[in-house]
Nanobody
Framework: QVQLVESGGGLAQAGGSLRLSCAASESIFSRNTMGWYRQAPGKQRELVATITSAGNTDYADSVKGRFTISRGNAKNTVYLQMNTLKPEDTAVYYC????????WGQGTQVTVSS
């Protein structure tokens, strides 16, 4: 079964940047969608950004213009470049892969201090 391994979370100051990475443990179907959700304490999990295998992207309004999602050359890796971070971006970020069903990563903490 495919596993997703995330990295790149941590602590940043407001206005700073972080880059998250998520890699699938094995080859995946050529048609798929990958992306990121996040969950802040006491809040529901929310969609942050998605990218299809065709390269189409979508973003939550709260991160448009600040976050960029992209694929690696091997297509089984997805990145989330987060710029101009805000304290409200603080959350656990979860990578996901959608093929026939959804696979989730273990989550990585992002903390933004003011």
């Amino acid at each position: 079964q495919v596993q997703l391994v995330e990295s790149g979370g941590g602590l940043a100051q407001a206005g700073g940047s972080l880059r998250l990475s998520c890699a699938a443990s094995e080859s995946i179907f050529s048609r798929n969608t990958m992306g990121w959700y996040r969950q802040a304490p006491g809040k529901q999990r929310e969609l942050v950004a998605t990218i299809t295998s065709a390269g189409n992207t979508d973003y939550a309004d709260s991160v448009k213009g600040r976050f960029t999602i992209s694929r690696g050359n091997a297509k089984n890796t997805v990145y989330l470049q987060m710029n101009t971070l805000k304290p409200e971006d603080t959350a656990v970020y979860y990578c996901y892969l959608l093929m026939i069903h959804v696979t989730w990563g273990q989550g990585t903490q992002v903390t933004v201090s003011s």
